[in-house]
């Protein structure tokens, strides 16, 4: 025989993985600056792209990318 994998892609064990680390992020996303959480939310939750963001938040660009930068480094410390 082969070796079962215990949690196979599709498996309700690798979909409560998959939930809780999803409501972990999301609890992540929630808790940052107000200032750092419009601009992650709108690029990576909503889609809008760079220059969308910078124009509708009225930044320029290098205070986006400080942003961007700051609230990923920020989640990736508290994510793991």
Not at 2 to 16: E, F, S
Not at 24 to 47: I, Q
Not at 50 to 61: A, E, F, H, K, M
Not at 67 to 76: E, S, Y
Request: hydrophobic share 40%; charged share 35%.
């Amino acid at each position: 025989g082969g070796v079962v994998d215990p949690a196979p892609a599709g498996g309700p064990d690798r979909r409560a993985e998959l939930r809780d680390l999803a409501e972990a992020v999301a609890r992540e996303v929630a808790g940052l600056p107000d200032h750092l959480r419009e601009v992650f939310e709108l690029c990576h939750l909503e889609g809008l792209g760079r220059t969308d963001t910078v124009l509708r938040l009225g930044l320029s660009p290098l205070q986006f990318d400080r942003r961007m930068r700051k609230a990923r480094d920020l989640l990736r410390a508290r994510l793991g």
